[in-house]
């Protein structure tokens, strides 16, 4: 059974905006860092966010490319991380992967945004932004 299901996907308009939800109500492992990623065929995966739990409140991160235009937020009662995205560029398109099992952290600032340190993936939702 899938422990991490993304939803919200769909096609827009330059501008538009879109809002992906991870519900990781299954996934019953360690919550150090939740992420987004996406992907285009024949490129690697790339980190969009990521947000991970601190005693003092989530610590949150983001690629260069989409800091100001998207937000991500998790709901801890609902056991669900969100993605809103807005202002989108054709740039965005590409399958979105709620990740889970992140580093902790100690780990290094590049770490949360890197593929290989979560343990636990979704099968993706598809975006696409036309011009």
């Known amino acids: 059974q899938e422990q991490l299901v993304e939803s919200g996907g769909g096609s827009v308009q330059a501008g538009g905006s879109l809002r992906l939800s991870c519900d990781a109500s299954r996934y019953t492992y360690s919550r150090n860092c939740m992420g987004w990623f996406r992907q285009n065929p024949g490129t690697e995966r790339e980190g969009v966010a990521a947000i991970c739990a601190d005693a003092g409140g989530d610590r949150i991160y983001y690629a260069d490319s989409v800091k100001g235009r998207f937000t991500t937020s998790q709901n801890y009662y609902e056991n669900k991380v969100y993605l809103q995205m807005d202002n989108l560029k054709p740039a965005d398109t590409g399958s979105y992967y709620c990740?889970?099992?992140?580093?902790?952290?100690?780990?290094?600032?590049?770490?949360?945004?890197?593929?290989?340190?979560?343990?636990?993936w979704g099968r993706g939702t598809q975006v696409t932004v036309s011009a």
């Open positions: 990740a889970a099992g992140g580093p902790g952290s100690g780990s290094s600032y590049g770490d949360f945004l890197n593929p290989s340190k979560y343990a636990y």
